[in-house]
């Protein structure tokens, strides 16, 4: 299974309805993006000097469904708006090795 996390530091402009729209919209992509198996959103709550504000983890069954997701329309749709309002995303893409 491949993991893809990412996490954004939005601007302070209307933060919070923006943290709510992307988060909205990000969750609706489970039911849009065939290859996406799943995805969690979570919103910091510590707000300390290292934290970001939100995160999202998604899994793959494979490294071609996470490219077919990167470049699907209704991501990319997801992405533009994520743009244009965070500072700021770090991300990590791994493969999680069965645990059995």
Not at 64 to 89: D, F, G, N, Q, R
Request: no cysteine; hydrophobic share 40%; aromatic share 8%.
């Amino acid at each position: 299974m491949i993991v893809h996390i990412v996490m954004f530091k939005f601007k302070d402009e209307n933060k919070k309805e923006n943290i709510k729209e992307v988060s909205s919209k990000l969750n609706a992509l489970v039911e849009l993006i065939p290859t996406l198996n799943s995805m969690e959103v979570g919103v910091d709550f510590s707000r300390s000097e290292r934290a970001f504000d939100m995160s999202i983890y998604t899994t793959f069954d494979s490294k071609e469904a996470l490219s077919e997701y990167a470049v699907h329309p209704e991501h990319l749709k997801v992405v533009e708006l994520i743009k244009s309002v965070t500072l700021e995303s770090k991300v990590v893409d791994y493969i999680k090795e069965d645990s059995n």
